[in-house]
């Protein structure tokens, strides 16, 4: 498809559009002053002072504490391995069995993986793209122990049915809120409404360190399980238990967030409001925008919730428009705009899942005599996630600073251009 032979004339835009960035001097005075104390990172694998890390490390913490108001922020060198931790931390094994969303980032399932237990997939909800409550509760059988939700593209789930399934089945909640900083369901930080919410700090995030997570949780137990899964625990529960204390044996490994990282992580915990704000005027502005495109559905956002826009989803419905969704995006990058389609093929699609196989010679845990009923990840389980992938999910990220209003007014232009040349664009489709 030629661009400019796609609806004539010049494009919309022909700016280059800069990449997000929320560094600053602050963090490289902040990264030197660990440089010149020369300890790069202070964590040690075995039961002592170092056991916890170092002073930033530690000073992290705190604040992340404070500013969401939990009693206990473990950090980790990704929101990866912290979702890995938190099923570990809450005693999740063989034989268990976890309900998660398929429409999210591989680790959030990967993270019951790794503790040998297996993931359940419900599907999603057409106005929030997270999991739906109402097809949770009929996946739930004797061997379930937890949900992990998803707070996708900087929004909250509907958590009113999600923590009243849980609490009638006596289910932990742990929250993937890696996106999702700041997004505040009825007037409560997102991630810190379940049992375990995990934050991310990697590259991309509204806030960042290159990498990192953390671990936010209310309950002591779940913390120290969390730091010894983050630390090497079955060295540290040896040291304890040669000092006479008795805590169950738990695997760990090195997960440990540098001084270095820490330090970022500190200065950027304090952007975090402003960098927030910045998104959700030009996400507000763009919604009321697109109001006037029958074929385009701008995001919900529940009254009492606050969504954060990590990124700006929003649907394309092509019965509206008479055109599939690849020829509106080709249409749009010809005028200047990228978009992404489909964010995610659903979890259970990817060849893991569909060959149940993660150990080569082996199809533990998926079958084994912890699980002599057979799960289903098969086509069609999660129909609302599936649809999104292939046809309507549209992604932008021209919400994202430095892009401001005008930038969105030529995003706007450039459908506006396409809706007017509909029937040329249909001999492409």
Avoid at 301 to 323: Q, T
Avoid at 406 to 429: P, T
Wanted: charged content about 25%; some cysteine; proline content about 5%.
């Amino acid at each position: 498809m030629p661009k400019l032979a796609l609806l004539g004339g010049s494009p919309v835009s022909k700016k280059t559009f800069p990449p997000y960035n929320s560094i600053g001097r602050e963090e490289t005075v902040a990264v030197l002053k660990v440089m010149e104390s020369k300890a790069l990172s202070d964590f040690v694998g075995r039961a002592g002072q170092y056991f916890l890390g170092g002073r930033r490390v530690k000073e992290l913490e705190k604040r992340f504490c404070d500013y969401f108001g939990v009693k206990y922020a473990v950090s980790f060198n990704s929101a990866s391995t912290a979702l890995q931790a938190a099923v570990g931390a809450l005693g999740i094994g063989p034989g268990d069995e976890v309900i998660t969303t398929p429409f999210t980032m591989s680790a959030t399932a990967s993270a019951i993986l790794y503790n040998n237990a297996l993931p359940v997939f419900a599907d999603i909800s057409e106005s929030d793209f997270c999991i739906n409550p109402e097809k949770i509760e009929k996946l739930i059988n004797k061997k379930t122990k937890a949900v992990i939700v998803t707070n996708l593209f900087g929004g909250p789930a509907d958590y009113k049915g999600i923590l009243k399934i849980c609490k009638k089945h006596n289910l932990k909640l742990i929250e993937d809120n890696a996106q999702s900083p700041g997004a505040s369901y009825k007037g409560k930080f997102a991630g810190t409404i379940g049992d375990i919410g995990v934050f991310s700090f990697n590259f991309h995030k509204v806030i960042q360190s290159g990498e990192g997570g953390i671990l936010a949780t209310n309950n002591r137990k779940y913390a120290f399980r969390a730091q010894l899964v983050r630390n090497h625990g079955e060295a540290i529960v040896d040291d304890l238990s040669r000092q006479g204390k008795i805590y169950e044996p738990i695997l760990g490994n090195n997960f440990r967030l540098t001084e270095l990282q820490a330090a970022i992580a500190i200065k950027q915990l304090n952007k975090l409001k402003k960098l927030n704000r910045q998104r959700i005027i030009l996400a507000e502005y763009l919604s009321k925008k697109l109001e006037q495109f029958s074929w385009l559905s701008a995001p919900r956002n529940s009254r009492g919730n606050a969504h954060v826009y990590y990124v700006y989803p929003f649907k394309f419905l092509p019965e509206s428009i008479g055109i599939k969704r690849e020829t509106f995006v080709r249409a749009m990058q010809a005028e200047g705009f990228a978009l992404s389609q489909g964010y995610q093929k659903p979890i259970y699609l990817f060849p893991a899942y569909q060959k149940k196989q993660i150990y080569p010679g082996s199809q533990f845990p998926f079958v084994s005599k912890e699980y002599p009923h057979k799960i289903n990840y098969g086509k069609g389980i999660c129909p609302v996630a599936e649809k999104m992938y292939e046809k309507e999910l549209l992604i932008t990220e021209i919400c994202r600073p430095p892009q401001t209003k005008k930038d969105i007014d030529m995003f706007v232009k450039a459908i506006e251009k396409i809706e007017q040349n509909i029937d040329e664009l249909k001999k492409y489709d």
